[in-house]
C-alpha cells in the first residue's frame, strides 16, 4: 500500500465536536442570522449593529464558504474518522489506512497469483494442484483465514 508522505495527528473526538460547531456557526452566519451559540435575539439579523469593517469581513469569509461545501468535508471527515467505518486505523496515533487494506491488498496479491499460475498450466500437467490450491484459498477466504 502506498504511504503517506507525512503524518497528520488524528482529530480526536473534540475536534471532530469543534469543527461540527464552527460548521453550524458558518451555515447560521452565511444564513444571515448569528450563530445559535451566541447570545443573540431570536431571529435577529447579524449584520445590523456591527460597524462596516466587521461587516466586510463577514463578507469575505461568506464569500470563501460559497467556493465550496464546507458541509461535505466536516461530514466526510466525521465518516472517515469514526471507527464503526474501518477507513483509519483505530491504533495509530496520526492517520493511516485502516490493517484491513493492507489484509485486502495482500490476498488480493495472493489470488492474482494464483489466477496467473492457472492460466500458464491451464496447457500442462499441474492444473489439477493449482485448482485445489485455488479452492483452499477460496475455502480459506470464505472462512476468513489468510
Known amino acids: 500500500?502506498?504511504?503517506?508522505?507525512?503524518?497528520?495527528?488524528?482529530?480526536?473526538?473534540?475536534?471532530?465536536?469543534?469543527?461540527?460547531?464552527?460548521?453550524?456557526?458558518?451555515?447560521?452566519?452565511?444564513?444571515?442570522?448569528?450563530?445559535?451559540?451566541?447570545?443573540?435575539?431570536?431571529?435577529?439579523?447579524?449584520?445590523?449593529?456591527?460597524?462596516?469593517?466587521?461587516?466586510?469581513?463577514?463578507?469575505?469569509?461568506?464569500?470563501?464558504?460559497?467556493?465550496?461545501?464546507?458541509?461535505?468535508?466536516?461530514?466526510?471527515?466525521s465518516m472517515l474518522m469514526d471507527p464503526a467505518n474501518a477507513v483509519v486505523d483505530p491504533d495509530a496515533d496520526h492517520v493511516a489506512i485502516h490493517p484491513r487494506f493492507e489484509e485486502m491488498a495482500n490476498r488480493l496479491d495472493t489470488y492474482e497469483g494464483i489466477v496467473r499460475r492457472l492460466a500458464a498450466a491451464a496447457r500442462s500437467d499441474q492444473i489439477r494442484d493449482l485448482q485445489d490450491e485455488a479452492e483452499r484459498f477460496l475455502a480459506d477466504s470464505a472462512k476468513g483465514g489468510a
Not at 500500500?1 to 453550524?24: C, H, T, V, Y
Not at 431570536?42 to 469575505?60: C, K, P, Q, T, V
Not at 469569509?61 to 466536516?74: F, K, Q, T
Open 1 to 77: 500500500m502506498g504511504q503517506i508522505p507525512f503524518r497528520q495527528a488524528k482529530p480526536n473526538a473534540a475536534d471532530l465536536e469543534m469543527l461540527k460547531s464552527l460548521w453550524a456557526a458558518l451555515v447560521d452566519i452565511q444564513s444571515g442570522y448569528f450563530p445559535e451559540e451566541t447570545a443573540h435575539e431570536e431571529g435577529e439579523e447579524i449584520l445590523l449593529g456591527i460597524d462596516e469593517e466587521a461587516a466586510r469581513a463577514m463578507r469575505g469569509l461568506m464569500a470563501v464558504l460559497e467556493r465550496g461545501s464546507i458541509d461535505r468535508c466536516v461530514w466526510t471527515l
